[in-house]
């Protein structure tokens, strides 16, 4: 196992640095360069020409790039034109929340997807299975932000059983210790103020877990019905095994393989693509904190959440990678 974890981790020194080099051009391409981005389209020569010095812009390529890399392996990722304050420091703000409402909203999907695709595969042409395949075409269709809308509309505003927006209620002085709401209220005994946080994360961990349940119940029905058919099942089944063991041992453990490298991608995007959900409930996660800075070009924050983000989905992979050693222990031999 350590001998799996330390090759993945050599194999992600390269991916890394693609990336980077990537970056870094596409940086160097922007119309006008990073110093007009920064400055807007009416910025004179002048003060261009002064932001290329500021920035070392304006010296050969090979050394902006090793600036460039020496900043990020330090986690020197810039300041933000937007509140002036280091991108680092505000990422390290705003992921709790994103953390928070993806890692509940996988859980949601991971919690109700896996078991309703295999017994939807155990079932196949019963109402069960109809059920299922038709919701989660309705999931894959219906828009995020537009689902976030309904419930938002309905479990907040019009029932009351929700909040319909923030982390946490402004009268609750909870004690922030992690940044993590619901852990902080915990590990303080403040468990007003986690219960409080659990409640605000409902509506949009649901919204946000519509279409990886989706995809995790199709990938689950679709593996089942692939592994129960296969001759060691059968062999199983006729050596007398008892059919919870043929089905947890052989069916369902073989049949994760794919549903585990759907649910590591689909963490990724979650953890990536929060920004409608968190828009629509102002969160105040990572994600709203990008559309704002899409919004005001804020170059050195989209610079710094591209590279963070292709850490978390390098992580996610090795972990993956993990999972499928434990599963299927066959794997560590490759």
Same mark, same amino acid.
């Given at each position: 196992?350590?001998?799996?974890?330390?090759?993945?981790?050599?194999?992600?020194?390269?991916?890394?640095?693609?990336?980077?080099?990537?970056?870094?051009?596409?940086?160097?391409?922007?119309?006008?360069?990073?110093?007009?981005?920064?400055?807007?389209?009416?910025?004179?020569?002048?003060?261009?020409?002064?932001?290329?010095?500021?920035?070392?812009?304006?010296?050969?390529?090979?050394?902006?790039?090793?600036?460039?890399?020496?900043?990020?392996?330090?986690?020197?990722?810039?300041?933000?034109?937007?509140?002036?304050?280091?991108?680092?420091?505000?990422?390290?703000?705003?992921?709790?929340?994103?953390?928070?409402?993806?890692?509940?909203?996988?859980?949601?999907?991971?919690?109700?997807?896996?078991?309703?695709?295999?017994?939807?595969?155990?079932? +196949?042409?019963?109402? %069960?299975? /109809?059920?299922?395949?038709? *919701?989660? =075409?309705? @999931?894959?269709?219906?828009?995020?932000?537009? #689902?976030?809308?309904?419930?938002?509309?309905?479990?907040?505003?019009?029932?009351?059983?929700?909040?319909?927006?923030?982390?946490?209620?402004?009268?609750?002085?909870?004690?922030?210790?992690?940044?993590?709401?619901?852990?902080?209220?915990?590990?303080?005994?403040?468990?007003?103020?986690?219960?409080?946080?659990?409640?605000?994360?409902?509506?949009?961990?649901?919204?946000?877990?519509?279409?990886?349940?989706?995809?995790?119940?199709?990938?689950?029905?679709?593996?089942?019905?692939?592994?129960?058919?296969?001759?060691?099942?059968?062999?199983?089944?006729?050596?007398?095994?008892?059919?919870?063991?043929?089905?947890?041992?052989?069916?369902? +453990?073989?049949?994760? %393989?794919? /549903?585990?490298?759907?649910? *590591?991608? =689909?963490? @990724?995007?979650?953890?990536?693509?929060?920004? #409608?959900?968190?828009?629509?409930?102002?969160?105040?996660?990572?994600?709203?904190?990008?559309?704002?800075?899409?919004?005001?070009?804020?170059?050195?924050?989209?610079?710094?959440?591209?590279?963070?983000?292709?850490?978390?989905?390098?992580?996610?992979?090795?972990?993956?990678?993990?999972?499928?050693?434990?599963?299927?222990?066959?794997?560590?031999?490759?």
């Amino acid at each position: 196992m350590l001998r799996l974890v330390v090759r993945r981790l050599l194999q992600l020194i390269p991916t890394l640095l693609g990336l980077s080099v990537l970056l870094f051009l596409w940086l160097d391409r922007l119309p006008g360069g990073p110093a007009s981005a920064i400055l807007g389209e009416k910025a004179t020569e002048a003060e261009v020409a002064r932001i290329n010095r500021a920035l070392g812009l304006d010296q050969p390529v090979y050394v902006q790039y090793w600036r460039f890399l020496k900043r990020i392996v330090e986690l020197d990722l810039g300041t933000s034109t937007q509140t002036g304050q280091p991108v680092w420091d505000e990422f390290v703000l705003r992921f709790p929340a994103t953390v928070e409402l993806s890692l509940l909203a996988i859980l949601i999907a991971v919690a109700v997807g896996v078991p309703l695709g295999y017994f939807a595969a155990r079932n +196949r042409g019963g109402w %069960l299975d /109809v059920t299922a395949v038709s *919701g989660s =075409l309705v @999931g894959i269709c219906i828009p995020v932000f537009f #689902l976030a809308l309904i419930l938002k509309g309905v479990f907040a505003v019009e029932l009351g059983i929700f909040p319909s927006y923030g982390r946490q209620d402004t009268g609750i002085d909870a004690t922030s210790v992690t940044g993590f709401a619901v852990l902080d209220g915990i590990l303080t005994g403040e468990f007003d103020a986690s219960w409080d946080a659990i409640m605000h994360l409902i509506l949009p961990s649901v919204a946000l877990a519509s279409i990886p349940l989706a995809v995790i119940v199709r990938m689950t029905r679709a593996s089942v019905l692939e592994v129960q058919d296969e001759d060691y099942v059968r062999t199983a089944e006729a050596k007398g095994l008892k059919r919870s063991v043929v089905r947890g041992r052989h069916v369902l +453990r073989n049949a994760m %393989l794919p /549903v585990v490298t759907a649910i *590591g991608l =689909l963490t @990724g995007s979650l953890l990536s693509g929060a920004v #409608l959900t968190e828009s629509v409930f102002s969160f105040g996660g990572i994600g709203s904190f990008i559309r704002t800075a899409i919004d005001a070009r804020d170059y050195p924050v989209l610079v710094g959440f591209i590279m963070f983000i292709a850490m978390v989905y390098v992580l996610i992979n090795l972990l993956v990678d993990l999972a499928y050693s434990l599963i299927d222990p066959r794997v560590r031999v490759h």
